[in-house]
């Protein structure tokens, strides 16, 4: 699995969003929290246990925030 791109959001936890490319080169993101001691590891730990975010959740929310 590839990291492609990974997105923050840091409050009091680091909260990610992980692209990442499959074996059989699908795109696929997942998204956790991070400790915020180490991105690179918090990423890969994201990539390999956070939860799914699938494409129709983000574009539901986009039209969401277009229809404010």
């Known amino acids: 699995m590839e990291i492609i791109?990974?997105?923050?959001?840091?409050?009091?936890?680091?909260?990610?969003?992980v692209v990442v490319k499959n074996?059989?080169?699908q795109l696929k993101a997942y998204i956790g929290v991070g400790d915020g001691q180490d991105e690179e590891q918090d990423a890969k730990n994201i990539a390999d246990g956070g939860a799914r975010v699938h494409k129709q959740q983000l574009e539901a929310i986009i039209k969401k925030l277009e229809g404010l």
């Open 5 to 17: 791109d990974v997105s923050w959001w840091t409050t009091d936890k680091s909260i990610g969003i």
């Open 23 to 25: 074996e059989v080169g």
